[in-house]
């Protein structure tokens, strides 16, 4: 079974604009923090003194059921298991592995893209990914290269990040 799963449209226009909102709301708060991946973004990866909205939680518990994720731990290294990112016209990310949490798992994550804008889509594995508002991609971060294009155009490339540690034999059903 393949490691990248995209799900186009896994939630609504509605919830994306929720989260697309927040994120925008917040973003020169002190929790959203400039991460260096070779462009201009800024994430919530390294805080844990803020307050998600509850529709975040929402889509990760139908996240949690539809994969039956419900025995796994929610990734240590977010808070929540859960980041927030905003990444500006200019944004891109370098092509990277990320690290194994939790000793004998991988680290799964689940990545929807809530705006409606140019580039900054998924390079998984040396191949770019067309995503639009509400789709989800899923793979395992701590096993494939992945970064993102650059985001051009003049509106920013919004999204949430849900990560899991997972058992080495976990597969999508």
């Not at 226009?13 to 927040?22: S, T």
């Not at 400039?34 to 390294?46: A, C, I, Q």
């Not at 298991?81 to 689940?110: E, Q, R, W």
Request: charged share 25%; aromatic share 16%.
């Amino acid at each position: 079974m393949s490691k990248i799963k995209l799900f186009n449209k896994f939630i609504n226009e509605k919830d994306c604009e929720e989260l697309h909102k927040w994120i925008v709301l917040n973003r020169r708060k002190a929790f959203f923090k400039k991460v260096d991946m070779e462009g201009e973004r800024w994430s919530t990866r390294f805080s844990s003194d803020l307050v998600f909205p509850d529709k975040a939680f929402e889509i990760r518990n139908k996240i949690i059921d539809a994969f039956n994720l419900k025995n796994f731990c929610e990734e240590e290294f977010f808070y929540k298991g859960m980041v927030a990112s905003y990444a500006s016209p200019g944004d891109t990310c370098y092509l990277h592995i990320d690290p194994v949490y939790v000793a004998n798992t991988k680290t799964l994550h689940f990545n929807i893209k809530l705006s409606n804008n140019l580039g900054g889509n998924p390079i998984l594995s040396d191949t770019e990914i067309p995503t639009g508002q509400g789709d989800m991609w899923s793979y395992f971060v701590s096993e494939i290269e992945h970064g993102s294009s650059l985001v051009y155009g003049h509106s920013p490339r919004t999204m949430w990040v849900f990560g899991f540690s997972v058992n080495e034999n976990f597969t999508f059903k």
